[in-house]
């Protein structure tokens, strides 16, 4: 029995998903004639209270496309350090927006409102313009921390003060609301604009969709289009998004609690070292002597189990809807006889 816990990434349609798939009506997304796609973005736009929304190839794409709509070159973007929109999208900023970035070193993936206040450059010939505060919840190398809900409010009211947008990388954002008893609508009335993945613990195949007003959407879709992201009967993959938005987000909690199990079990182990606070369905721990991280992959690889080793002393597990009960009991069992 293989538990694959690098990402959330890699869970599998479930065949009931595939049947909404296989029984979807399409069209030509990029006419704007997919009947299903646009059930998709008219559904999420709504579950957020937003204008409009636009269905991307990835949370990458949707995260980028926002960026270059809320920017113009030469500006500067605020984020954590530890942002995906950073360190794991191929630089994407500078490539395609042409932004420098003011990468903040906020705790777990978060930032504050004073951080961000004393980010933004005065106006001046010589500074680059600070137009854009870009942030992560829950966050990926934050290990999979929430934000409070009045600090991002904070934010906000940083944002209206100093004419900045606000964009959120909402990769698992419904983990978020899970965890933190929260809706989608509160978070539609704060940002500009957010991109919600629904190919990570929701459990669809491909796709991510951007909210925002109508104008910011019409100029997502023309970006959307110049990144090679029309697609065309793409609703066979908007089938699977509309099936997870209603069949998979209250079962996230399931993998909060499995990552939560497994902590407890590392916890009495004299191996593991610092283990980042469990919110959500990421887990980050420390490996110590005599394992490295490295070491300590390889080993539970033998067993069937796969997990990333994302430094040279922390692993990484992502729970997920593919990962059962009696998985996470025989990885507390392997655990324990270490």
Known sequence: MITDLRSDTFTKPSPAMLQAM?????????????????????????????EAAVFCASGTMGNQIAIKCHTQPGDEVICDKLSHVYIYEGGGIAFNSGCQVNAIDGINGKITAQQVTEAINPIATYKARTSLVSLENTTNRGGGSCYEFADIQSIKDVCLQNKLKLHLDGARLF?????????????????DSISVCLSKGLGAPVGSVLVGNREFIDRARRVRKVLGGGMRQAGYLAAAGIFALENNIERLAEDHLHAKQIANALAEKPFVGKIMPVETNILIFEVLQPYTAKSFAVML????????????????????LDVTDKMVQNLVTFIQQL
């Not at 296989?22 to 579950?47: Q, R």
């Not at 008893?181 to 704060?190: A, L, N, R, V, W």
Request: no cysteine.
């Open 22 to 50: 296989f029984k979807a009506e399409v069209g030509d997304d990029v006419f704007g004639e997919d009947p299903t796609v646009n059930k998709l973005e008219a559904m999420m736009a709504e579950m957020f209270g937003m």
């Open 301 to 320: 690889e033998k067993a069937g189990i796969f997990t990333m080793d994302i430094s040279s002393t922390q692993i990484r597990m992502l729970f997920h």
């Open 175 to 191: 983990n978020a609301l899970v965890a933190k008893g929260e809706t989608p609508k509160q978070y539609g009335e704060i940002f």
